[in-house]
């Protein structure tokens, strides 16, 4: 039985791949170190010049855009903002501030790098912006992009009609597959009595975790630890469990936009049909959730498959502003009701 929560756009997943048949521009490192001596012009002078001049050169290069912004300017914006180390929400008021030359250097090799690497433009800054806090990131960790960040914000609060939980009685949150922590940092935050245990089987993901739980001082609140899904927490349950795991199918797998090459493989490998590890997550949530608890849980475009192991689980959709059918919430009751277990189990 299927219930949905608000309205969304499309997939992360198929926005990135709606771009895939156009050709990349061929570029070469020297090729792009002399296109950033073409465009040192003087006329580019202000954030606006910079913005502009870059969304444009992405806009024509075909860059694709599917990590943590959605189109050229909104890239275009996040990069200027970066070497002008300016928060993405003050760019546009400054938007008339003149460029220092070195800043405008660093945002033309940027903008020239990120064509020809193709890689992510947060790798090549180190820093992405989730809900409006930046999160360090490197090639260990997938860039942040989670849509469980808005329901966190979205469905625990005091106006929500869902309300999902209170957020003051939330004490003990799991963030299972934490990568760059970044789930697990807006956790803490959203629920003020939490301690939040964040795992993931990477040990260079944690590293970076662990980073990040330091940046935003949270390191008597967030303990991070290794581990294949629940294996790192045995024994231990929670209010709240909170996970965006692997879950690309085979399909998806062979697909990958270039972009997407540039982070862990195991950032993505889902299976064969995109969830191998959400069925171990549902499957083992029961014994790991208090009375009262739920489990949320990002799946991306595997709904059908889901729907279709567990027809008779009563999950919730959620929806967010640029997703839909994405997210399942699911409570301690219903996890635990025989109606949850697997078309296979049944
Ligand atoms: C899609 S990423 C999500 C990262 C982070 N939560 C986010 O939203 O940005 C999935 C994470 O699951 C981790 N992972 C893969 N297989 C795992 C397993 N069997 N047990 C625990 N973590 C796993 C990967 O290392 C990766 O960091």
Not at 4 to 25: D, H, I, L, W, Y
Not at 107 to 126: D, F, S
Not at 157 to 170: K, Q
Not at 201 to 211: E, F, H, I, W
């Amino acid at each position: 039985m299927a219930r949905t929560a608000a309205r969304g756009g499309r997939s992360k997943v198929a926005a990135a791949s709606s771009n895939r048949k156009r050709p990349p521009e061929r570029a070469t490192a020297k090729a792009a170190n002399s296109a950033v001596a073409r465009t040192s012009t003087p006329e580019l002078e202000t954030i606006f010049d910079y913005v502009h001049h870059a969304a444009a050169r992405l806009e024509r290069a075909h860059v694709i855009f599917a990590h943590g912004t959605t189109d050229p300017v909104a890239e275009a914006a996040f990069l200027v903002g970066e070497a002008m180390h300016l928060h993405p929400d003050e760019v546009e008021p400054q938007a008339a501030r003149r460029v220092p030359k070195a800043a405008g250097r660093r945002i033309l090799g940027w903008i020239e790098q990120r064509i020809a690497t193709r890689k992510p433009a947060a790798y090549l800054v180190n820093r992405m912006y989730m809900r409006g806090l930046p999160f360090y990131v490197d090639e260990r960790v997938i860039v942040p992009r989670s849509f469980i960040g808005e329901i966190l914000d979205s469905h625990f609060g005091d106006d929500d009609v869902l309300r999902l939980r209170h957020p003051a009685t939330v004490t003990r949150v799991l963030d299972l597959c934490t990568g760059s922590g970044c789930l697990a940092i807006l956790a803490a935050r959203a629920f003020p009595n939490a301690t939040v245990d964040a795992t993931d089987l990477s040990a260079d993901a944690l590293a970076v975790a662990a980073r990040n739980v330091r940046e935003h001082g949270l390191t008597d609140r967030i303990h991070v630890a290794q581990g294949d899904l629940f294996t790192a927490v045995s024994g231990k349950r929670y209010d709240l469990i909170i996970s965006n795991p692997p879950y690309v199918d085979a399909k998806g797998m062979a697909g990958l936009p270039h972009e997407c090459l540039a982070e862990p493989r195991m950032a993505f490998d889902g299976g064969a049909d995109g969830i191998d590890l959400v069925r171990q997550i549902i499957d083992g949530a029961n014994t790991h959730l208090a009375p009262g608890g739920g489990l949320l849980c990002e799946v991306g475009r595997c709904k059908p498959a889901i729907e279709k192991a567990y027809p008779r689980a009563d999950l919730l959709w959620l929806d967010t502003e640029e997703s839909e059918g994405e997210v399942f919430w699911i409570e301690v009751a219903r996890l635990a009701d025989r109606s949850a277990h697997s078309a296979g189990a049944a």
